[in-house]
């Protein structure tokens, strides 16, 4: 069974910095998107940002600016940079690479 793992999550204070992990198989990472979604406390998950096996990134606007995805397809792991964090931030963040989702890794932002 196809497993992604993320990891990097953790508390931290507003406007600080995480960088989200998520690797996968390599029979799946590198011909393949890879996107990150959020589900904050009590609400729907939602898109935060993709990258194209190409590398071609997006971004939902209320991250643009302070989120980064990237992939290192040589170590079949997609990255999510988190900088000046806020506590509207604060939810779990899952990756998604074709129809397998990972674990999910907490993120909290205090205020």
């Known amino acids: 069974q196809v497993q992604l793992v993320e990891s990097g999550g953790g508390l931290v204070q507003a406007g600080g910095s995480l960088r989200l992990s998520c690797a996968a198989p390599r029979s799946i990472f590198s011909i393949n998107a890879v996107a990150w979604y959020r589900q904050p406390p009590g609400k729907q998950r939602g898109l935060v940002a993709t990258?194209?096996?190409?590398?071609?990134?997006s971004y939902v606007d209320s991250v643009k600016g302070r989120f980064t995805i990237s992939r290192d397809n040589a170590k079949n792991t997609a990255y999510l940079q988190m900088n000046s964090l806020k506590p509207e931030d604060t939810a779990r963040y899952y990756c998604?690479?074709?129809?397998?989702w990972g674990q999910g890794t907490q993120v909290t932002v205090s205020s």
């Open positions: 990258i194209t096996s190409g590398g071609t990134t």
């Open positions: 998604l690479v074709r129809t397998t």
